[in-house]
Structures are given as structure tokens and as C-alpha cells.
């Protein structure tokens, strides 16, 4: 079967696992996930979330179709002199999503992958941004399955070009990650996109609404933090990321902004939580903080793309890391 989407790759890949049933009952993200066949979702204008995609929607509002699509890279990894195989992510995650019981109350697809190949991480996100676009513009959510954090670039090519940024919707990116990725570099890696997103939004003549929860100050030399400071970034450090300030931080962030794209760097967890990553946390944010922020952008009305990144399953223990960015997808479309 060829990929119904000219940019993606490969085309989708049977889903397996357990069968207690064929009913609504019993169903399983295996047996509820269809490979993407094209089509608008009908009734969102402009690829918009929600009905007005404002937060007083909670959520509820929301019925649009979901659909993942796969980012194999890791060419951004090794450029930032990590430790490669987070191609492999998207294979991962879907094996044991899989398996995961279904109670989601909207159509879930599966449109493939792109694969960086070659060393051309840069051919490659744009294939990946024009996929996410065509998805959002036809009244998707998307749901990108990474890759090493260079997946973001990627996204955010996807979300820049969509409709609904187009037609002058206020874009916020929240990052969960305890990194801020801003780094100068001569080529594009796992740790420049925002900085490049930054430069992209401002040839635009847009603002650059960027926010990160969990940042490590250990992992972050003085000069990131400068260029954070200069670009109004707002961050929440690891050791601050209390629940109820973690919320109030997110809120505030959400009533800036419109639309918004989040994206997870799974090295945001303990080691001990998400041991299959590139950059393994010392000390992280507690999963259950994780999953609040989750439900919490969920509910607002507002999100537009999501993505998830950082999964090595080459480090992985019993598919540790794996399970918990299947629970976060889980949480955040349901």
C-alpha cells in the first residue's frame, strides 16, 4: 500500500494486539486505529480546535479526528553528539499503544511515517511540516511520533503553514522538556529548533510565545538562558515544578495565546521513569505533574498539534519510556 500522503514515507503498518472482542466494549487502540484515507473533518474552520478553540470550550467541544504520524529520525541526535535510536521511536510507541484499552470519543488514523534517511534531517522536516499541514488543514488533530527533538522543527513547519495560523491566530509552543533547545549551532540539531523556530516567527512578524516546564539548570549553560532571557522565553526550572504552580504557569501561558503546539521531550522525566532517552534526567518532573499538564491543555480548547520525542527504545527498560509516552498520548486525545 502506497502512503496516501506524497510526503510521508512509509505507508501505514498493521497495529497488533490482544482480542477480547470485536464490540465497542472491548475495542483496543489496535482495533480502533484506520490508516488515514484523506478528507476534511467537516465541521472546524480552518483547522481550528474546538468550536472557537478558547479554553471555555473545556474540552468537551472537541470531537475532531486524530492522526498520528511518525517521525523515524535520529540525524538531529547525532549531530548534537547524543546517543542514537530514536528512529526506531515511532515503531515503539505504537507497539504498545496498541495493546491499551480504547475509551476515546473520536476517530483515531495512522498516515505513516517519515524517515530521515542519508543524513538529510533538513529534507526531511520539511517533508514532515508539509505532511502536518495537509492534516490540519483538512481538520485534524495531529499527533507527531518522534524522533529526537529535531521532531519539533518539523512540527512546527506543519503548524506555521496551517490555516489557522495563517489566518493570524495567536501560536503559543509549550515545551515540557529540561531543555531549552536554543542552542547556535552552524546545522540544524536536536537542540536548535526553538531557536530556529524563534528566527522563523520573527521573519514572519510574528511574536515568539515560547514556554518550557522543567528546565535543568545543570543541563543549560549561562549562555542558553541568555538567549532565553532575550527571547522572552518563559520556563519553570525542574525544582520549582510544584502542581499547583506547574498549573497556574500553564494557565497563564494558555491565556496568551490562541492555538497551541505542545511538545514533549521525554528526558523531562526521572531517569528512573523514562530511562530510554538520549539524555537521561537526574532529577525531572514527576510523571503525575506531567499528566496534569496534559489533561490541563487537553481541556482547554486550544490545542492544534502535539508531539512526542526523545524515545530511544535501543535504552529503554521493558519498554519503560514507551509505555509512558503511550499513556500521555492516551491522556492527551482522550
Partial sequence: MAPLIPDVDLPPQPWEGRLD???????????????????????RAEGTPGAQGTAGNAGGDDARPATLLGFASDEG???NKGRTGAAAAPAAIRKVLGPLA??????VYDAGDVVVSGGDLEAGQERAGRAVKEL????QVTAVLGGGHETAFASYLGVAASAAVR????LGVLNLDAHFDLRDEPLATSGTPFLQM??????????????????????NTRALFDTARTLGVHYLLDEDCEAERVRTFVAEFLDGIDVLYLTIDLDVLPAAVAPGVSAPAAYGVPLPVIAAVCRQ???SGKLLHLDIAELNPALDVDSRTARVAARLLDTLLR
Fill in 102 to 107: 480504547f475509551h476515546l470519543d473520536r476517530t
Fill in 167 to 170: 489566518s493570524g491566530k495567536r
Fill in 198 to 219: 524563534a528566527r522563523e516567527e520573527a521573519a514572519a512578524g510574528r511574536d515568539f510565545r515560547y514556554a518550557v516546564v522543567g528546565i535543568s539548570e545543570p543541563n
Fill in 136 to 139: 490540519l488543514d483538512a481538520g
Fill in 21 to 43: 472482542g470485536d464490540d465497542a466494549a472491548h475495542r483496543r487502540w489496535w482495533q480502533a486505529v484506520t490508516a488515514y484515507e484523506g478528507g476534511t473533518a467537516g465541521t
Fill in 77 to 79: 541526535v547525532r549531530r
Fill in 297 to 299: 491543555v487537553a481541556w
